[in-house]
């Protein structure tokens, strides 16, 4: 058995995902001609808030995801941002939204609750 200490990281990973989100709009917004930087921060608004929405609704996972996980999950981030800033940079007007999306889809995954850690199984006897 193992001890484990509470996790405190909550207020972290939400400042860290709203970090992320506001560097992925401020990149699209830079990426932008001057001319359209007022609709793109509509799209991104609404792209942010529509990411949010989608990542609250999604299912916990069933279980804590282990350190390469949560550094491959990490990679992924940075290759969909740049794909997401690509999108934008390529194909206007409407792709304004994707970095938004994933803004928002980071924000709503960090407000979720954590899994919490197996526990023992009901009907086991505690160790002695």
Not at 83 to 106: I, K
Request: aromatic share 2%; hydrophobic share 55%.
């Amino acid at each position: 058995m193992v001890a484990e200490a509470p996790d405190r990281r909550s207020g972290g990973r939400l400042a860290g995902a709203a970090a992320v989100a506001l560097l992925l709009a401020g990149l699209a917004l830079l990426l932008e001609p001057e001319g359209r930087r007022g609709a793109a921060a509509v799209l991104l608004a609404a792209g942010l808030a529509a990411g949010v929405v989608a990542a609250a609704r999604l299912p916990l996972p069933p279980r804590r995801r282990t350190a390469m996980e949560r550094l491959n999950d990490a990679a992924f981030l940075v290759v969909l941002g740049a794909v997401a800033l690509l999108a934008v940079r390529l194909a206007r007007p409407w792709t304004a939204a994707l970095p938004g999306l994933l803004g928002g889809v980071l924000i709503g995954r960090a407000l979720r609750p954590q899994p919490l850690p197996p526990g023992p199984e009901p009907g086991a006897d505690p160790p002695a």
